[in-house]
């Protein structure tokens, strides 16, 4: 059974850097077809943000293209998402996925970006 927990959300004031972990166990990180981040703004539909492939492709939105960036950590067995610039637009629940055999979802961490 894989599980998935996320950290590192809070409140940043716009331009500001966060960056968030999702630990995952149950499984190696190498193990996994495809991670990412989904997001959901209030009112909003959920969307992609960003995934990565267990051969390292990774795939952005256009919104956040050259502002975040996904890896995977072996050491610790997290996907990471390095948030920079954040924009007022990018406030949101944060979702972490994962496929192995099936689909997995994190609970969510909340992004707050203030102007």
């Known amino acids: 059974q894989v599980q998935l927990v996320e950290s590192g959300g809070g409140l940043v004031q716009v331009g500001g850097s966060l960056r968030l972990s999702c630990a995952v166990s149950g499984s190696s990180i190498f193990s996994l077809n495809v991670a990412g981040w989904y997001r959901q703004a209030p009112g909003k539909q959920r969307e992609l943000v960003a995934r990565?492939?267990?051969?390292?492709?990774?795939t952005y939105v256009d919104s956040v293209k050259g502002r975040f960036t996904i890896s995977m950590d072996n050491a610790k067995n997290t996907v990471d998402l390095q948030m920079n610039s954040l924009k007022p637009e990018d406030t949101a629940v944060y979702y972490c996925y994962a496929v192995v055999q099936r689909l997995y979802w994190g609970q969510g961490t909340q992004v707050t970006v203030s102007s």
């Open positions: 990565i492939t267990s051969g390292g492709a990774t």
